[in-house]
């Protein structure tokens, strides 16, 4: 069975693109964000998708987003930074469930809502990205490096 793909060309470089189908009970909304790859900005993009997630100016704290989600039938919030090819992916996803299931015609814009603030509306401390929520996410990314590396096997098969 093939999937019918519509892109739609919203503006220069962003297109939306909707497959709808009937196979699966789950909706899902992702963003993504290709940028060239360039050693000196590798780091920055990849901290970047995981301090956004942190908060946004309303919900300022990733257990606010959280209960947000939660409020939204129970959705999930996924982040993620690929490298294809000669490019970074950033990619933002929200995936919950179909509104056939839940009777909820304005949930759908709640989640296009939440995926919006987090991407466009990010919580700021004095017009910059809140130093603490840098400095956790630069740990954690560097303990999730450092776990790699030393599972041999594994980060050779990954380089």
Do not use: W
Not at 7 to 15: C, L, M, S, T, Y
Not at 138 to 146: C, D, G, N, Q, S
């Amino acid at each position: 069975m093939a999937l019918n793909c519509d892109r739609i060309e919203i503006d220069k470089g962003i297109a939306l693109n909707l497959i709808p189908t009937d196979k699966f009970k789950s909706n899902i909304l992702s963003f993504y964000f290709t940028l060239p790859l360039d050693r000196r900005e590798v780091t920055s993009n990849a901290l970047l998708p995981l301090v956004l997630r942190q908060g946004t100016r309303e919900l300022t704290t990733s257990l606010k987003i959280q209960r947000r989600l939660e409020d939204l039938y129970g959705c999930n919030l996924s982040v993620s930074v690929d490298k294809k090819g000669e490019t970074h992916a950033i990619r933002f996803t929200i995936e919950g469930p179909k509104n056939s299931y839940i009777g909820d015609s304005n949930y759908i814009k709640g989640m296009i809502g939440l995926l919006k603030s987090i991407i466009y509306d990010p919580y700021l401390e004095d017009g910059t990205f809140s130093q603490r929520y840098i400095e956790q996410e630069k740990e954690i990314l560097k303990r999730l490096i450092e776990g790699k590396i030393n599972d041999k096997r594994r980060y050779a098969i990954y380089r």
